[in-house]
């Protein structure tokens, strides 16, 4: 590929000049170093058919002519890249239309070839796997990280249509990873990080194991170079001590297997460098300490031979409690399957065993490629494609809800968990979520309607509080309602991408549609105040709303609203323009509503032009958490810009300062004469140490018909008496007050008072 649009997810072998002409480098010949390269690539594809094969020779040829004059950083003809990658995929046995692909995948970015001249040529699903696999170069970011992102969605999203095209990506990918020596070493570091923190987990969700365990390797290498080294070095001595105990432990295994009469393959297998390097990070431990660095694999035909050959390694070495795991009876979230079993051999050293079936092992190995490769099926394999599906349908779930590119990326990272836990509906169908998942997770990927009503969850038939983490094997129940919506404090503490999109999604409608009634409600009442009425539909009305709009900068009038909602813009600027507007078009302010002032929101009575609260304003509207104002206070509407309206007490200092120093975004605020709901307010105890105290204090509030919200002690050692802290839930001045005296009457309380800022 040539380096003409230097983005972040451009192939990293590719040749800083890579538009150059042959005649600017001494290199061999291009067309026998490609045709060599092809006659290679033709023995891997003898799976296909002869018009297949014609087929792909025809694109060769096509790429082959495209990229003529390309080289690599390495000066190797660009052609032996595309040819690389097919082979990888021929490997996966992928079909005709995927290997062309492979073949042209950098011929629409690096060569201008156009998708109508890919469609004509080789037909449409050719020229759409090609074109998914092509990165955004024509749009212009403000970033390499927005680039990378869009990049990135647009490959998802072509990749959840037809999953080739990651395929053909992780190859590509993969190959560059292999021939990354001639890069420059700040180039090196930043595509091997982006491969460890976006192609390798993709790689295993997708279960494709032998290509994340390389992909993790390679990035390691890279990234790591000395320490890659120095354990490189640690393994291979390690091997050398271990050879005998390794041989000894094999020739066991296989004798007990022939005694039980049970056909069996059995493997060595070491654990990768990047693992062990992990493991030492994660648990804090030497490399000495690492004592599970070899293992066994054993193939077995049938799924009831993995468990026959559990029990008879189970009877030859004693196992390690509490280290067995059955992935047969519930695969990993990609489709993995195997039994897993730590023994303790002869001379004490753990020792892990992993027990599957040749198809097993081929998800394992392949993951969802092995579709390809067992194309008559069988049920570990449409398992894997079933999860690769669900997990490639919830990108384009995430995508509905998430229009940012760089906020996609983050909900699709969050998604990429190596570990999961399994757990149940009351049904019994298994789920599987991220390791740290909670009930709300649980409920999203049920259904989006399950997650927005989501007001209580059970495990196991116990109650438990929403931010619980789950475990495997637990039962989860949801508890909804009609009325209830997504509580803004779930983001802290949800782990999948799909909940996060979803809940996010949710509270950014919620505060349009409730900013854009409080931004209405604001300009109405700022226009009263000149006398005038707010413009209707009919078609002078739309003339003065448009003039309006294109003055504010605004698309819509919905928009408008919205900003003066939000305190983007202040209603009485806009009002006075738009009342200009109106004299302009004849309109006369009505002495009567000016001398009468602002009318009320419903236009039947007279009111100051306040904005009334009445605690259901939801996200627009909000109580200062440092003063917590409570009907009967006196209050004060402080407009932040993009934030909404934040309501603070007349007499709280920390609205006063910001009075003084942004006095033009303040404005007039009362209570509705019937509030909707309950309010929070603080108050302060000083109280008698002694048995029962906090049982008599909650028995106070109880009797006067408040709740106890919070709790705060403070953190100094008791004393003789205690002074702390109480969120309590009130109606009003009012029942404060009437809490209060029920307070002081108690025996253990030795004074009380409201807490202000």
């Not at 196992?319 to 195997?338: E, M």
């Not at 067992?374 to 779930?397: H, N, P």
């Not at 802290?492 to 409080?518: C, P, W």
Request: aromatic share 6%.
């Amino acid at each position: 590929m040539s380096a003409r649009a230097p983005h972040a997810l451009r192939d990293p072998a590719a040749s800083a000049a890579g538009g150059k002409r042959a005649a600017a480098k001494a290199a061999p010949s291009v067309t026998d170093a490609a045709a060599a390269s092809f006659a290679a690539l033709t023995h891997k594809l003898d799976y296909l058919d002869a018009a297949d094969i014609l087929r792909v020779r025809d694109a060769y040829r096509f790429a082959d002519e495209a990229h003529l004059g390309q080289f690599r950083a390495s000066g190797e003809p660009y052609i032996t890249h595309p040819i690389a990658v097919a082979g990888l995929c021929a490997e996966w046995k992928l079909d005709a239309q995927a290997i062309m692909a492979a073949l042209m995948h950098d011929a629409m970015e690096d060569c201008g070839i156009s998708k109508a001249e890919l469609i004509e040529r080789f037909g449409a699903p050719v020229a759409d796997l090609v074109d998914g696999l092509t990165k955004l170069d024509k749009l212009q970011f403000s970033t390499r990280e927005e680039s990378q992102a869009e990049s990135f969605r647009k490959m998802l999203l072509a990749m959840a249509r037809d999953v080739r095209v990651i395929l053909i990506k992780l190859a590509d990918r993969l190959h560059n990873m292999r021939t990354m020596d001639a890069v420059a070493q700040a180039k090196r570091t930043r595509i091997a990080g982006e491969t460890l923190d976006i192609y390798a987990p993709i790689a295993h969700r997708l279960g494709l194991n032998q290509t994340y365990r390389e992909l993790q390797e390679l990035s390691f290498q890279h990234l790591r170079p000395w320490r890659h080294a120095a354990l490189s070095k640690a393994v291979q001595k390690a091997r050398g001590y271990r050879r005998d105990i390794v041989e000894r432990i094999q020739l066991d295994v296989e004798r007990a297997f022939v005694q039980a009469k049970l056909p069996v393959q059995v493997y060595g297998r070491e654990k990768t460098l990047f693992s062990i390097y992990q493991k030492m990070r994660e648990k804090h431990l030497s490399f000495a300490q690492v004592n599970d660095i070899f293992g066994f694999r054993i193939v077995v035909p049938t799924q009831t031979e993995c468990y026959v050959a559990m029990g008879t390694l189970h009877q030859l070495f004693k196992p390690l409690p509490g280290r067995f795991k059955d992935y047969i009876a519930i695969p990993k979230a990609n489709g993995y399957q195997s039994l897993h079993t730590t023994l303790v051999s002869p001379l004490g050293t753990a020792v892990e065993f992993q027990i599957r079936t040749e198809q097993m092992h081929a998800v394992a190995e392949k993951g969802i490629a092995a579709h390809w490769l067992y194309k008559s099926g069988g049920a570990q394999v449409q398992e894997a494609q079933r999860l690769g599906a669900m997990w490639l349908q919830s990108l384009i779930d995430i995508q509905d809800e998430t229009h940012d590119a760089t906020e996609f990326l983050e909900h699709i990272k969050i998604d990429l968990f190596p570990d999961a836990v399994y757990v149940f509906t009351p049904k019994s169908k298994i789920l599987a979520l991220p390791r740290g998942a909670t009930p709300v997770d649980f409920a999203y990927a049920i259904h989006t309607d399950v997650g927005d009503h989501t007001v209580a969850a059970k495990v196991n038939g116990e109650p438990v509080a929403l931010r619980t983490e789950l475990r495997s094997g637990d039962v989860v129940e949801i508890i909804g309602s009609a009325g209830a919506r997504p509580n803004p404090a779930w983001l802290n503490f949800v782990r999948t991408g799909r909940a996060r999109s979803k809940i996010r999604h949710y509270l950014k409608n919620m505060e349009q549609e409730e900013s854009q009634d409080l931004g209405e409600k604001m300009l109405a009442q700022a226009l009263r105040a000149e006398g005038l009425q707010l413009p209707g539909d009919d078609a002078p009305g739309a003339a003065l709303w448009a003039q309006l709009t294109r003055w504010s900068g605004n698309k819509t009038r919905a928009d408008l609203y919205t900003d003066i909602g939000l305190g983007r813009k202040i209603a009485a600027i806009v009002a006075k323009r738009l009342a200009r507007l109106m004299a302009e078009h004849g309109s006369k302010p009505d002495p009567v509503m000016l001398t009468m002032g602002r009318y009320a929101a419903d236009d039947a009575a007279p009111s100051q032009g306040l904005v009334l609260i009445d605690g259901g304003e939801g996200a627009s509207v909000r109580l200062a958490p440092c003063c917590r104002p409570i009907p009967g206070d006196s209050i004060v509407g402080y407009l932040g810009r993009g934030e909404g309206l934040m309501v603070h007490t007349g007499d709280c200092s920390v609205g006063k300062r910001l009075f003084e120093r942004d006095a033009e975004h303040w404005m007039g605020v009362d209570w509705a004469e019937q509030p909707t709901r309950t309010f929070t307010t603080a108050v302060s105890l000083l109280v008698r140490n002694g048995k029962g105290v906090l049982a008599q204090v909650a028995q106070a509030v109880s009797a006067a018909e408040a709740d106890i919200t919070h709790i705060d002690m403070g953190k100094e050692p008791a004393t003789e008496t205690t002074e702390f802290q109480l969120l309590l839930s009130v109606r009003d001045r009012l029942h404060l007050a009437d809490v209060m005296r029920t307070l002081k009457r108690s025996p253990a309380v030795l004074r009380v008072a409201r807490v202000k800022p």
